[in-house]
């Protein structure tokens, strides 16, 4: 050991430092599903399905697809050993593939395996099915007006005596909004490969945000033991929550591929077929009344949160249950009662995306805010300010949890003074009363959103750390890496651990069979979780380490201190490498797995009561808009965002993210539109025919800035914050910068009341109905 050797100056945590795949995405290096080597005799699988929305099926001809070229067999549900099914709900009513009657337009009839990918997929569409059809419904005003079938059980969160709060208020509204759903358009579309191994094993590669579901999905449907799977995932090419539970499928159907023939498989579908089989964000309609007096203060809500759940209960529970947890946004409702419809549709069963619901619950309560604010003549940030949450009172949310570390007053106040938002009004007011074509809009609007898994028992996670003797270090967790950022940012948590660069951290796919019983890499919660576990495995190794510095060095462990490069061992510095080595002489253990559950949270359901949520993250944004009332076309000329990320692990990822969720947010709300024909069939499952944001979408002037002054209170990994989900939902402040703008029309007298998406047509028919409210 060289006594005189100068510890190494490296910062690796609250760092900017780029994407560890950065540079093999800008090359096309980076490594998916389908760029890996096949094994030799790889078959390939496709899906047939329906075309019908609900239907009997009265038979199936299968001549025609076992007779075309390349087909080695079929699979349907009499193939499948185990349970047909893949409900990651566990209610067993979302079957691999359908058996008596179909309940939507694209619900899996059978898998076609062959020689090629080509040779399965036309085959797939040779099947003569005969149908009986029965009535369908593939909206939510049309399920309520059947009955209002639900999928799962309804929550109703309630607090205050909510008929006195509105029979005493001095003004009282009432009203209703549609909310669109969202296809999750991932530049990768679901993709697995299955390869059988000795006895009951099989290996699946899946494009999921949750690998050991898959693995549990696999092994229910192969009737085998979760052992006999593993489940492999080095990247996804974009996920979005749509890959939290729909992977399923297609994990399922190759592994039964695999095994029945004894030869790799592998299932990729187009992206039409993708879209059309696949679940989306769920749309909503909530009805709602809501009392308020003369200054704008709420005193009292009552909604509906009628949601399009498709045809099996997938997770529109939890979903549903989410957009209730954000009902409130970032206000104080004296009295409220919120209850969900997860209404049963002939459509796929909608999933996960981006927000969960959340999204959903605060984009209703901007409406209600909007609505007040045009009733009262004020400017709907007048308004919001009124109604926020208070620092030490008013401050209990609708699901009973206090509101502990409230800084949504800074926030907005910061940024109402950067983005100049007082002076940009004025100056809006005063164009539109000179400008009878061109309508502009500005508006400033908050979020607060709850991070946490409202099922308590997924806020774990583990990770597995070795060290090897040359000082490299092996990471593994069960985080997966869709191109937010995880691997790069959990691999500087362990590089700042053991004060070494980020070049001598390895980081591994996530893998089953490293680390077990992982939870969805979704909630926002990938590198609070995973963070976590991978510092505990190397606050182990650190531990055994400091002892065998301070025995072969013969000091007390006091004095050994850990610093960039190694420790100091009282005058002496050791190098890590060295010390690596050393310990590997000393048989001491260079391995640990470590382990996190989020403290603090707690959820009762029946009495929708708790302390789901370990925190709230904050944010706000600006935006300004210009609408051509002749045409409805508009532009989104200048967005402005400050958002509360805590102590940014990786100010550079962060910044990525908000940016990234702000855009797909507009997306959602501005272009990207679903619509089913009366056959009930999804029209709009193409590039060509479903619109997401292109890079000339973005705004020319879009300041992001993150709130550098934060905190966390809680002691989360670095004192830092969930990014993924919250800033999605900054991209309801153009929403209501359209509305503003629409509301021009008719001397901002009347709430326009603007159903998202906020297309083109619909800014159109709104300015339509300010003329002929204006008369």
């Given amino acids: 050991m060289n006594k005189h050797e100068a510890p190494i100056a490296l910062a690796s945590l609250h760092t900017s430092t780029r994407h560890d795949s950065g540079p093999k995405h800008v090359a096309g290096t980076a490594e998916y599903i389908d760029d890996m080597i096949e094994p030799a005799g790889t078959a390939h699988a496709y899906l047939a399905l329906s075309t019908r929305a609900h239907a009997e099926i009265v038979s199936i001809d299968y001549a025609a697809v076992k007779a075309a070229p390349g087909v080695i067999g079929i699979l349907t549900a009499e193939d499948i050993p185990g349970e047909n099914d893949v409900s990651p709900s566990h209610k067993h009513d979302e079957p691999v593939f359908a058996t008596d009657k179909v309940h939507f337009w694209g619900q899996p009839l059978f898998a076609v395996v062959a020689e090629t990918r080509d040779q399965a997929r036309r085959a797939a569409h040779l099947a003569k099915v005969e149908y009986r059809e029965l009535q369908h419904h593939t909206d939510v005003r049309a399920a309520q007006a059947a009955g209002g079938k639900l999928v799962t059980e309804p929550l109703k969160l309630e607090r205050g005596d909510i008929e006195a709060g509105l029979a005493a208020a001095p003004h009282r509204l009432k009203g209703s909004i549609a909310i669109g759903g969202q296809d999750h358009f991932y530049l990768e579309g679901h993709i697995a490969m299955a390869v059988p191994g000795e006895d009951e094993d099989v290996t699946v590669f899946s494009s999921t945000q949750h690998p050991s579901e898959v693995q549990l999905m696999v092994a229910q449907v192969l009737a085998i033991r979760h052992h006999a799977v593993t489940v492999n995932v080095r990247r996804m090419g974009g996920g979005f929550g749509g890959k939290e539970t729909q992977g399923n499928l297609f994990a399922a159907v190759a592994a039964l591929a695999a095994k029945k023939w004894n030869r790799a498989c592998k299932i990729r579908p187009d992206r039409d077929d993708d879209m059309t089989a696949t679940g989306k964000r769920h749309d909503f309609v909530v009805d709602y009344d809501v009392g308020y007096d003369d200054s704008g203060k709420i005193h009292a809500v009552d909604a509906v949160y009628g949601a399009r759940a498709g045809f099996s209960s997938d997770l529109s529970g939890p979903v549903t249950d989410r ?19 997860p209404l049963y549709t002939n459509t796929v069963s909608n999933t996960a995306f981006r927000g969960f619901g959340g999204p959903q619950g605060m ?4 409406r209600w805010i909007e609505d007040i604010a045009y009733g009262l003549g004020k400017d709907p940030l007048e308004i919001r300010k009124a109604n926020f949450y208070g620092l030490d009172t008013n401050n209990v949310t609708p699901y009973h949890q206090t509101v502990e570390d409230n800084i949504i007053h800074r926030i907005v106040d910061e940024l109402e003074a950067s983005a100049d938002y007082q002076a940009r009004r004025a100056a809006i007011l005063s164009y539109n009363q000179g400008s009878p074509i061109l309508k502009k809009g500005i508006a400033l609007t908050p979020v607060k959103f709850g991070i946490s898994f409202t099922a308590t028992w997924y806020n774990q996670a583990g990770a597995l750390v070795h060290i090897y003797k040359d000082g490299s270090i092996h990471l593994s967790h069960g985080g997966t890496e869709m191109g937010q950022g995880l691997y790069i940012k959990v691999a500087q948590v362990l590089a700042d651990a053991f004060g070494v660069g980020l070049d001598v951290v390895k ?43 301070a025995k ?82 508009y532009t989104v000329d200048r967005v402005d965002i400050l958002h509360d990320v805590g102590k940014s692990l990786n100010p550079a990822i962060d910044i990525g993210q908000v940016e990234g969720g702000f855009i797909q947010g507009m997306g959602w709300l501005t272009t990207e539109e679903l619509v089913w024909d009366d056959k009930g069939q999804l029209r709009t499952k193409a590039p060509s025919t479903y619109k997401i944001p292109l890079a000339s979408d973005v705004p020319p002037v879009f300041n992001v800035k993150l709130a550098e002054w934060s905190v966390n209170a809680e002691p989360t990994i670095g004192r830092s914050k969930a990014v993924g989900e919250p800033p999605l939902m900054l991209a309801m402040s153009v929403v209501e910068a359209l509305s503003m703008a629409v509301a021009s029309v008719a001397d901002y007298r009347i709430a326009p009341r603007l159903d998202t998406p906020v297309t083109p047509e619909r800014v159109l028919m709104g300015v339509q109905r300010m003329k002929g409210a204006r008369g």
């Fill in 323 to 341: 957009a209730l947890f954000h009902a409130d946004n970032a206000y104080w409702y004296p009295a409220v009662r919120v209850r969900s419809e």
């Fill in 363 to 366: 984009m209703a309560a901007e």
């Fill in 507 to 549: 980081i591994m796919a996530t893998t089953t069979g490293k680390v077990p019983n992982t939870s969805a890499t979704a909630a926002s919660s990938g590198s609070d979780l995973n963070g976590m576990a991978a510092y505990d495995a190397a606050r182990q190794i650190k531990e055994r380490l400091t002892a065998h510095a």
């Fill in 552 to 633: 072969l060095h013969q000091v007390a462990e006091a004095e050994v201190q850990w610093v960039q490069g190694g420790i100091q061992a009282g005058a002496t510095f050791v190098p890590f490498a060295e010390l690596a080595a050393s310990a590997y002489l000393n048989r001491v253990q260079l391995s640990a797995a470590g382990f996190y559950q989020t403290p603090k949270i707690h959820w009762d359901r029946a009495t929708g009561r708790g302390h789901p949520f370990y925190y709230f993250a904050y944010g706000a944004s600006v935006s300004e808009v210009t609408i051509d009332t002749l045409t409805g076309e």
